[in-house]
């Protein structure tokens, strides 16, 4: 078994990507974290995509694809919107407003994003998975000023925090890599944002019992659990269970 350390994995930085592509009449696109320039000449750069992912086919098909890099004017809603949900059984650009269409027919994001790279494939490589696809840049815009949101920032600023009363939310957690996500429930299209294994490699994390808190009446000792026995005695003033109250 090779040494890895996730920790050393998760110092990997990463910028954050609506990828965009169009067959015939549908447009879709997901949120990817792998893409970056390899060559300036010519111009192109490599992008790796789950080949559950509905994008992937469109881009496999059509050799076709717009880049819109993520800024960090961009909300959660974006990455729920692309990230969350498959095209195979949504239409993402029925109910979205922000975006224009490219000299290639194809579609790019126009908010929360601060520029739209347009490539075409040259060539790809079947990584099991993934497919990382090498592809031409044929155009390239700046739309604001903004910085680009990396993948940290993501974590720390955008993606939303646990309700801290846990609220009704689960915990899933990826058994290939430990990724944890919270939610109402685990989606059957959901990806692992760091390792891109299935929803079938996730397990619920069984919900812990809520603990309760016992105060002593007599000298204010908190006594933290899930009942306090009818036996307890309190370890500052000896004074027994019925002088506690719940807080
Ligand atoms: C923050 C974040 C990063 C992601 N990174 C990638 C990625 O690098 N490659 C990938 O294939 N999917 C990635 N995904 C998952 C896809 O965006 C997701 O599975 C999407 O629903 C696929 O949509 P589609 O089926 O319409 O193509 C990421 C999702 C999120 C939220």
Known sequence: MPNIDNNAIY???????????????????????????????????????????????????TGEFNLSV???????????HFGFQSGRNTDKFADFAAFERAENGVAYV???TNAVLGAKVVSSVDCGTHTLFMAE?????????????????????VKPKPAANGGSKKKFVCKICG????AEELPADFTC????????????VPAEKKKKKFVCKICGYVHEAEELPADFTCPLCKHPASDFEEV
Do not use: R, W
């Not at 993520?70 to 729920?80: D, H, M, P, R, V």
């Open 11 to 61: 110092k990997l930085s990463y910028g954050l990507f609506v990828l965009t592509a169009k067959q015939g009449d549908k447009d879709n696109g997901c949120i990817i974290n792998t893409a970056m320039q390899v060559t300036a000449t010519p111009l192109q750069i490599v992008i790796a995509v789950n080949k559950d992912n509905y994008t992937h086919g469109m881009i496999a098909d």
């Open 70 to 80: 993520i800024s960090t004017a961009a909300s959660f809603e974006l990455f729920k």
């Open 110 to 112: 126009t908010q929360g």
């Open 137 to 157: 840049v044929t155009f390239a815009k700046e739309l604001s000023k903004d910085s680009s949101m990396t993948y940290e920032y993501y974590f720390a600023n």
């Open 179 to 182: 990724y944890v996500h919270e």
């Open 193 to 204: 944002p760091l390792c891109k294994h299935p929803a079938s490699d996730f397990e619920e």
